[in-house]
């Protein structure tokens, strides 16, 4: 996997459209947050450990929370179709509607809620050049035809947190996660990973929508 350059100024308030978003999910059950992975292994040691470093409540020292829950997993292999995208992050998510639609077309199901894959820090990226995907996980490999591609998220440790509440206001939570992997003197080692866990059109309260936002970590040279 392309190593990231994405950094804690990795943070850019981006306008979803939430009716988009939630024909999306149609169909789809909502998903769970998984806890950390039992047997995973430890980032530091790599040995295994029943679970991951947790740091519940943590303080912080960005809004707008007062307290900033994260842990760390060994994320599983997820194989999923995607549309690439280079320009600005606030497009991203416009695609989202065409992938499902290009799914259906060829016939294929999903398996999970989409996601996204932010590569670049915007901070040190030029808005031209900034490399995203939106994706749909998939149930196994399959060799979709243009303009679908194909690709697997490998398994890897991340560091992870769920975060409640509008989907464009998600980024808001990056700086905090970077807090807590600056404490186990972590960096990001690919892309930032955004689960869109639960429809839109399914809660009358912005504030019900939940985020699962993953950072895969390494030690820091």
């Known amino acids: 996997m392309q190593r990231s350059s994405i950094s804690n100024s990795h943070v850019q308030r981006r306008r979803w459209p939430c009716a988009a978003l939630a024909a999306v999910f149609a169909g789809l059950a909502p998903s769970c947050v998984a806890p950390p992975t039992e047997g995973a292994l430890d980032p530091q040691t790599g040995q295994p450990a029943v679970t991951g ?27 999923y179709v995607y549309f690439e995208h280079i320009g600005s992050y606030v497009e991203t998510a416009a695609l989202i509607p065409s992938l499902v639609r290009e799914l259906n077309a060829q ?32 149930s196994g490999s399959r060799s979709p035809k243009a303009p679908l ?35 186990f003197n972590w960096e990001a080692d690919g892309p930032i990973r955004e689960i869109y866990v639960v429809a839109p059109g399914s809660v009358r309260d912005p504030r019900d929508l939940l985020c699962e936002i993953q950072i895969p970590v390494a030690t820091r040279q």
Not at 67 to 79: E, I, N, P, V, Y
């Open 107 to 138: 016939g294929l199901a999903a398996d999970g809620p989409p996601f996204a894959l932010y590569f670049d820090d915007p901070a040190k990226t030029p808005l031209a050049q900034l490399q995203s995907r939106v994706c749909m996980p998939i």
């Open 149 to 183: 591609r194909y690709d697997l998220l490998p398994q890897v440790n991340v560091a992870y947190a769920a975060v409640s509440g509008p989907y464009p206001d998600a980024p808001r939570a990056y700086p905090h996660l970077f807090e807590y992997m600056d404490r």
């Open 53 to 79: 470093v947790y740091a519940p409540g943590v303080p912080t020292s960005h809004p707008p929370y007062k307290t900033f829950q994260a842990s760390w997993k060994t994320r599983a292999d997820s194989h």
